[in-house]
Each structure stands twice: as structure tokens, then as C-alpha cells.
């Protein structure tokens, strides 16, 4: 599935937001059309992973706005 990327720092970002948009996309999916039947349990379960991806997915395009340098400073002394 293609996704419009909203990162646009370096290529690992990309990759890792394009990752991130297909778990959340897949888990999805597995709900709507499981591939076994799944007990109330694991489907809470999956339900939180996906609340997990998604959280980190905003994460990521928040980090994204904000100023970098400042966030990731490196002292080599």
C-alpha cells in the first residue's frame, strides 16, 4: 500500500514512518477480516497495539516539526 509520507527528515525516518503506517494498516485489517478466530482477550490485545503504533507514529511527526539539532545535541568533549 503507498502512503503519503508527512516526515521529512532523513531516510530512516521515512522508512520507519512507512513501517509504522503498514503494522497499523495490517493490524487493522486483521480485525476486520481475522485470519483465525481470535478470543476477547487478543483482540484487546490488538487494539492496544495499534493505539501503541499510532501513538508512536504522532510521536514521530511531532519530533519531525520540531527543531532537531536542539533535541539531539552531541558533546564530543
Known amino acids: 500500500m503507498k502512503y503519503k ?11 520507519l514512518e512507512y ?7 495490517d493490524n487493522k485489517m ?10 476477547d482477550l487478543e483482540v484487546a490485545y490488538i487494539k492496544g497495539y ?4 499510532e501513538d508512536i507514529l504522532r510521536e514521530l511527526i511531532l519530533l519531525d516539526k520540531e527543531d532537531l539539532n ?3 545535541s552531541v558533546c564530543l568533549n
Not at 19 to 25: D, G, N, Q, S
Open 5 to 15: 509520507t508527512t516526515i521529512n527528515m532523513n531516510p530512516i525516518g521515512v522508512a
Open 70 to 72: 536542539s533535541v539531539y
Open 50 to 53: 495499534i493505539q501503541s503504533l
Open 30 to 39: 486483521e480485525l476486520i477480516q481475522p485470519s483465525k478466530e481470535y478470543t
Open 19 to 25: 513501517i509504522l503506517r503498514e503494522a497499523i494498516h
